[in-house]
């Protein structure tokens, strides 16, 4: 079954220092994935995605994530985290219509990033 | 701004009533779906809709309903409300091709107190 985890609930970061945020990920086809932001009351913006090609991508806000197929794994990274960026972090999964007949999308547990000044 | 409107942002109202929750996709997306978000269950994908035909049915209740008109606009039906229905609905759109799934963009949400 299609599946995504986060394995981590919460983070907490200083300012300033580097951050990575864990999704792996349970699925037969080639996965689309994807990583959205929420910050509190607000609905999810999505960050960056990864649908072919360079298994390394870039996103908004500074934020960067590398696809490794061999480790089912979508991680979120950041060289220097600021205050703003305090929120919830949530990796999902895209299921292939053109395999899957179904557009069904699975969100993980999502990572709650607090960050300390 | 992702482009997708939702509509009320709030909503309270007692247990046992009916409300309906209405979402306008971005300019262009023929697909819309529904997430419900509580603290205890996270984000759950109800259902899908796809230039007004029902597509994919996640964990929606049968007192949930939806659909999408021609003019693409959807809403959300909840009936015989209880009070663990107390959430956050989210409106999404994306394009769909066939053979590639894109992105979502969320609406604002709305929040719904069942009391």
């Known amino acids: 079954a299609q599946s995504v985890t986060q394995p981590d609930i919460h983070i907490t970061v200083s300012e300033g220092a580097s951050l990575e945020l864990r999704c792996n990920y349970s699925y037969g086809a080639t996965p689309y994935l994807f990583w959205y932001v929420q910050s509190p009351g607000q609905g999810l913006q999505l960050l960056l995605k990864y649908f072919s090609g360079d298994t390394l991508v870039q996103g908004i806000k500074g934020f960067e994530a590398e696809f490794k197929r061999s480790q089912s794994s979508f991680n979120l990274r950041k060289p220097s985290v600021h205050w703003s960026d305090a929120a919830e972090y949530f990796c999902?999964?895209?299921?292939?219509?053109?395999?899957?007949?179904?557009?069904?999308?699975?969100f993980g547990t999502g990572t709650r990033l607090k960050v300390l000044a | 701004d992702s482009g997708v409107t939702q509509t009320p942002k709030h909503l309270i109202t007692a247990t046992g009533q009916r409300v309906t929750l209405r979402c306008s996709p971005r300019s262009g997306d023929l697909s819309v779906y529904w997430y419900q978000q509580s603290l205890d269950q996270g984000l759950q994908f109800l259902i899908q809709y796809y230039n007004g035909e029902e597509r994919a049915k996640g964990n929606i209740l049968e007192r949930f309903s939806a659909q999408q008109f021609p003019d693409l606009h959807s809403e959300l039906n909840l009936s015989s409300l209880e009070l663990g229905d107390s959430a956050l609905y989210f409106c999404?759109?994306?394009?769909?091709?066939?053979?590639?799934?894109?992105?979502?963009?969320f609406g604002p949400g709305t929040r719904l107190t069942v009391t």
């Open positions: 999404a759109s994306s394009v769909v091709q066939k053979g590639r799934n894109y992105e979502q963009y």
């Open positions: 999902a999964v895209g299921a292939d219509p053109s395999t899957s007949g179904t557009y069904k999308y699975i």
